[in-house]
């Protein structure tokens, strides 16, 4: 039988130690955040109205934000032609008539009053801040100890 070469950990002799320094990690050089388009900003507005908040908004949940008070931004412009609603800031003259929505692909500008909006997302938090109202009220009888917590779901 022939004799069989073994590792240092089977000869019972250490493992040969490194020398000098580690190698050094190198540094990661990420990118700037950018949009995947590469544009910056492009739904940015100018002519925005102070008394309202924009956003845009798909085809398919403008049903949902028109119930609570949303309406489409619509181009308007003044007697000398220059145009007096939000817009993007690239848009021209030349791009809508006056009563076209303003839309970019498949978005439209839309506007609500600051105060009705404000209006809208106390109507809809109420059911759950009356839900955690009762919560509260059940734990600060317990000694700060609930169990069984349901929430009911829902708007009012």
């Not at 956003?55 to 003044?78: F, H, K, M, S």
């Not at 839900?131 to 000694?143: C, F, H, V």
Request: charged share 30%; net charge positive; with cysteine.
């Amino acid at each position: 039988m022939e004799p069989v070469e073994t590792g240092p950990e089977e000869s019972g002799s250490e493992p040969r130690k490194r020398r000098g320094r580690p190698p050094k990690k190198q540094r990661r050089n990420d990118p700037v955040d950018a949009p995947v388009d590469g544009v910056y900003r492009i739904l940015d507005l100018k002519g925005q109205d102070a008394r309202f908040d924009y956003c845009w908004l798909t085809a398919d949940v403008w049903p949902e934000y028109r119930i609570d008070g949303w309406v489409a931004e619509t181009w308007q412009v003044n007697g000398k032609g220059e145009p007096t609603c939000a817009r993007p800031h690239w848009v021209q003259p030349e791009d809508f008539k006056v009563g076209d929505q303003i839309t970019f692909k498949e978005l439209r500008l839309c506007k609500i009053l600051k105060t009705r909006r404000a209006a809208v997302e106390s109507r809809k938090r109420a059911p759950f801040n009356a839900a955690l109202a009762g919560m509260k009220a059940r734990a600060e009888s317990t000694g700060g100890y609930l169990k069984n917590v349901v929430v009911p779901m829902g708007g009012a």
